[in-house]
């Protein structure tokens, strides 16, 4: 049973476009939803999370929206550069369960210089 | 400051044969954490920890056994490996949710092949 499904599985961007990133979730006991950007050969790093107490996040090019009431979340990469090529994941989690990570499949982003 | 270590980074092993990933965090974390990311599935959680001394299952645990004997090591050992076994390894540590806003941070990987 996948808990949090990641759409689409791959992306070509061009170079200062914006990519997307859709995921939706089915346990309403998640309350935190966290972004990790993955490089070939590397471990996720965090890239932005938000609560559900709120519907969107910035921070610098990126942004998390997101929509309570459809179980849905997405991260939007502005401007987006050839150093962003990577997978990204989504994840959610309840923090007061030991803040287990359930994981969407991933999307690999390339960006076209 | 090395953050999380994974030790080895590469192995292959025969069907039946057993062995045990380390990992190592010096970020003094409560919790610790192992997973397998295989293509189209994200990473899947294996155990986890919540402290020294505990442990528990998480969503893939069959086949795999844990120990966390110090605060700042976590131990996963494939007992008789077997072709679907074969992954690349994740170990994680984080706060506990009273320090929130601390991510999980990933060491580099295992990458495992079992023939």
């Known amino acids: 049973q996948q808990q949090v499904k990641q759409s689409p599985q791959s992306l070509i961007v061009q170079k200062g476009g914006i990519s997307i990133i859709n995921c939706a979730y089915e346990?309403?006991?998640?309350?935190?939803f966290p972004w990790y950007q993955q490089f070939p050969g590397k471990g996720p790093a965090l890239l932005i999370a938000?609560?559900?107490?709120?519907s969107e996040k910035k921070e610098g090019r990126f942004t998390i929206s997101f929509n309570k009431s459809a179980k849905q979340f997405s991260l939007h990469i502005m401007d987006s550069q050839p150093g962003d090529s990577a997978t990204y994941f989504c994840?959610?989690?309840?923090?007061?369960?030991?803040?287990?990570?359930?994981f969407g499949g991933g999307t690999r982003v390339l960006v076209k210089p | 400051n090395a953050g999380v270590t994974q030790t080895p980074k590469f192995r292959v092993l025969k069907t039946g044969q057993s062995m045990t990933l380390l990992c190592a965090q010096d970020?003094?974390?409560?919790?610790m954490y192992w997973y397998r990311q295989d293509p189209g599935m994200g990473l899947r959680l294996i155990h986890y920890?919540?402290?020294?001394?505990?442990?528990a299952k998480g969503e893939v645990p069959d086949g795999y056994n844990v120990s966390r004997l110090k605060k700042q090591n976590f131990l996963l050992g494939l007992e008789s490996a077997a072709p679907s076994q074969t992954s690349v390894y994740f170990c994680?540590?984080?706060?506990?949710?009273?320090?929130?806003?601390?991510?999980?941070?990933f060491g580099d990987g295992t990458r495992l092949s079992i023939l």
């Open positions: 970020m003094n974390h409560e919790y």
């Open positions: 920890s919540v402290g020294e001394g505990t442990t």
């Open positions: 938000i609560r559900p107490d709120v």
């Open positions: 346990n309403t006991a998640f309350d935190y």
């Open positions: 994840a959610a989690s309840v923090e007061a369960a030991g803040n287990k990570l359930t």
């Open positions: 994680a540590s984080s706060s506990p949710v009273a320090h929130s806003n601390q991510p999980q941070h």
